[in-house]
């Protein structure tokens, strides 16, 4: 089965998103047995704060995949060379969890930034590959060779906190849309030479 849902049209029937598919889950499952089962698999835990349940960074991260896997976005050999050449802008490193010791690379990998943009282009709408990369590039010079504070390719790329009571939020979004504003400063002393180099 697949499903598009266009939030204009819920918006059109009087529904928010999140009632549709509050709704469409109601009518298509068991609750009783399904819940219990994403509760041991650990793909829901109860939030204590709320009484409820929230969805794991792992497995939101799984249904970001599904999301984009299931899109109407097919060029994926372009999207994954393009995947590929923001991994070549980000800098080498990682951040360590404190409580897991687990390492993000600030590269990511090359298939989770091909999903990213799948997703991108699905909610934002699809720029010319120069356009990304030049958008890429200045975000990564924004943090003057300091990037303690960078985001993962990914996740600059697209991001949904939704199930953390947040938002979706595009940091590529961001710097695309205010080209012409000046210069940034994101997380270290901005460089205004720059000059960007991707070979095909």
């Not at 792992?58 to 109407?72: C, F, G, K, N, P």
Request: hydrophobic share 35%; charged share 30%; net charge negative.
């Amino acid at each position: 089965m697949k499903i598009v849902i266009d939030e204009k049209a819920c918006k059109k029937h009087k529904m928010s998103l999140a009632e549709v598919l509050i709704a469409l889950a109601v009518r298509n499952t068991d609750a009783f047995k399904e819940i219990p089962n994403m509760l041991s698999r650990e793909i829901l835990v109860r939030d204590t704060r709320e009484d409820w349940y929230m969805i794991t960074q792992h497995w939101s991260d799984v249904l970001d995949e599904i999301l984009a896997e299931s899109s109407t976005v097919t060029d994926d050999n372009r999207l994954l060379e393009l995947a590929k050449k923001i991994q070549g802008i980000f800098p080498s490193g990682y951040k360590t969890d404190e409580r897991s010791g687990a390492k993000y690379y600030h590269k990511s990998n090359s298939r989770v930034i091909q999903n990213a943009l799948k997703r991108f282009i699905a909610y934002y709408e699809d720029y010319s590959d120069e356009d990304i990369l030049d958008a890429t590039q200045r975000y990564v010079d924004s943090f003057g060779g300091n990037y303690s504070r960078i985001e993962m390719a990914n996740y600059f790329v697209f991001k949904d906190n939704r199930n953390k009571g947040g938002e979706i939020t595009s940091s590529l979004a961001t710097f695309l849309e205010n080209k012409d504003s000046g210069e940034w400063e994101v997380g270290g002393t901005n460089t205004s030479d720059w000059m960007m180099s991707v070979k095909n």
